[in-house]
């Protein structure tokens, strides 16, 4: 079995979208343009991950998304553990194991701060035992009404783990072609929307400041019911208007968790993490 950096050209992407219908029957996402536009389009720069080749045959992949992120004081960039599929052909051979150290290994000596993820409760312990990850908090999952009633938020360089949006990288993000991110200004803030439950329950999240750039569609939201998956900093959390949806409704609680490749941070402090699904895979 050979083990090789992923390739973004489209022949190879294509190859990847094979692996994914053979692994994930009915998932409709895995298009040619979400493949570019996730693997190569990035801002932040191209996917960074390992697959795993029997002779000119893709038997496994793993892939991680750069992204910026304020931890622990400084802006860096980090990885976002993403896709990983192996054919049913390769299973329980360990190729996920062996494919996601091989791509810390390149991620910590390409400079690298180090990983994050968000994994469901079958997921999670592998990510800890067996690659060392750091379960750091369980998400928020709640639905409420209109804006987000947090008090001020703290400066970024004084959290744990913040996503740093350019508004390069913000443009990207809303510009996914499986799922396309809603923006609109108000009250001096962002506010994102995707579909989760289609419109009627978007998932939502916001940011400080003004729109950095036009919407890239205008399409409307008009539900005034939210979905809100992700973290704030304890000190100035208040969730008054959004309440938790109970874990018996839950298809899977979802953990945040991280591995550090640098001595600066040996674990991220779970009461100082700002997050939302802005900032990882699931709408």
């Known amino acids: 079995m ?33 493949l570019t ?8 720069g191209p996917a960074v991950g390992m697959d795993a080749w029997d002779g000119e045959r893709l ?34 051979k360990g190729l996920f194991t062996k494919l996601a150290a091989a791509t810390f290994e390149a991620g910590a000596a390409a400079g690298f701060d180090g990983v994050y993820g968000v994994a469901n409760a079958n997921s ?18 709640r639905v409420g009404l209109g804006t987000l009633s947090h008090g001020p938020r703290a400066p970024a360089a004084q959290l744990s783990f913040e996503r740093s949006w350019s508004p390069e990288a913000l443009a990207w993000r809303c510009a996914n ?20 439950f289609g419109l009627r329950l978007p998932a939502y999240a916001e940011l400080d400041g003004p729109l950095q750039a036009a919407p890239h569609n205008g399409a409307p939201v008009l539900s005034p019911l939210r979905l809100l998956i992700g973290l704030a900093p304890d000190a100035n959390a208040s969730w008054w208007n959004y309440a938790s949806i109970p874990q018996r ?5 979802l953990n ?8 600066r941070v040996a674990a991220l402090d779970p009461s100082r993490i700002q997050f939302s699904f802005l900032d990882f895979d699931a709408y």
Do not use: M
Not at 37 to 44: F, I, V
Not at 68 to 73: D, L, N, T, Y
């Open 256 to 263: 945040l968790i991280y591995r550090s490749f640098v001595p």
């Open 177 to 196: 072609p499986h799922n396309p991110v809603h923006r609109r200004a108000h009250g001096g803030r962002q506010q994102f929307y995707a579909a989760a």
């Open 124 to 141: 999670t312990p592998g990510f800890v035992r067996k690659l060392g990850f750091q379960l750091v908090r369980p998400l928020e999952a």
């Open 2 to 34: 050979r083990i090789a950096p992923v390739q973004h050209d489209q022949a190879t992407l294509a190859q990847y979208g094979a692996l994914f219908a053979a692994c994930f029957p009915g998932a409709d996402k895995f298009t040619p343009d979400y």
């Open 37 to 44: 536009w996730l693997y190569a389009a990035n801002p932040d």
């Open 59 to 92: 038997a496994a992949h793993y892939v991680c998304i750069p992204q910026r992120a304020w931890v622990e004081g400084r802006e860096v960039l980090v990885l976002l553990s993403l896709n990983t599929a192996t054919h049913p052909d390769y299973q329980g």
């Open 249 to 253: 409704l839950r298809p899977s609680p």
